[in-house]
């Protein structure tokens, strides 16, 4: 695979919350420069995200509620509705009450997700719902993702990269086995979280994966060349 196809897998995560103005712009503007599927990016962080990304390849994915989840329906619909109305938004990732999950409240989970997910279909916006995979067992993802299929998600995805006092594993082969597994094709998967060599992300890749989530470090590690490097063989340069 080119190195273009690699960076189509990836949605570049510019997620840091002690990130500057000029780190943000840098980090979005490397994102572009490898020609990522997405720039992943917190709310507050749209206005410079869409002056960069306009006339480009790299899309938007703006995160909500993240890395949580914990607002109230009515709130995470009126975030979903605010950044998408932009009319700038490709995708919106939100987080799963995986304290719900893990207290087996399904039928509030899915109209929780199925509430941010109608908004977000209504301005042509696809979504990811993220599970805390590393607070979960197998078998609450499975469920997890089962229920996030009813409410009518694009994707499931693996790990919001900021949870704290357990593992921190991420997008393993076992997690992602059992989404796909459970997905059976209905709806689409990305992995976060831990993908850090080439090994890993070109063995979720040879699984089948649709997406994956990188931090800002990592993308050049597992494209194995600079954000320079990828433009000028995208430009045939």
Request: proline letters at 3%; one cysteine or more.
């Amino acid at each position: 695979m080119t190195v273009a196809e690699l960076a189509s897998y990836i949605d570049q995560s510019v997620l840091k919350p002690e990130f500057t103005e000029a780190d943000i712009r840098k980090y979005i503007q490397e994102g572009i420069d490898f020609g990522c599927r997405t720039v992943c990016i917190n709310p507050s962080s749209l206005p410079i995200a869409i002056e960069l990304c306009e006339g480009t390849g790299t899309e938007i994915c703006v995160v909500c509620d993240f890395p949580f989840g914990l607002s109230t329906t009515a709130s995470k619909v009126m975030q979903a509705e605010e950044y998408c109305k932009t009319g700038k938004i490709f995708e919106l990732d939100i987080v799963a009450n995986y304290g719900w999950i893990r207290s087996g409240k399904w039928d509030d989970v899915e109209a929780d997700l199925k509430a941010v997910i109608d908004v977000c279909h209504k301005y042509g916006t696809a979504v990811k719902v993220i599970f805390e995979t590393d607070a979960l067992t197998i078998d609450e993802i499975k469920k997890a993702t089962e229920t996030a299929i009813s409410a009518g998600t694009d994707f499931v995805k693996t790990s919001t990269g900021f949870f704290t006092g357990g593992k921190s594993d991420g997008a393993t082969c076992e997690v992602i086995s059992a989404m796909m597994e459970t997905t059976k094709g209905r709806c689409k998967i990305k992995g976060s979280g831990a993908i850090r060599t080439r090994e890993h992300f070109f063995e979720l890749i040879d699984m089948g994966i649709d997406r994956m989530g990188i931090g800002y470090r990592s993308t050049p590690v597992v494209l194995g060349c600079t954000p320079a490097e990828a433009k000028a063989m995208r430009e045939g340069k």
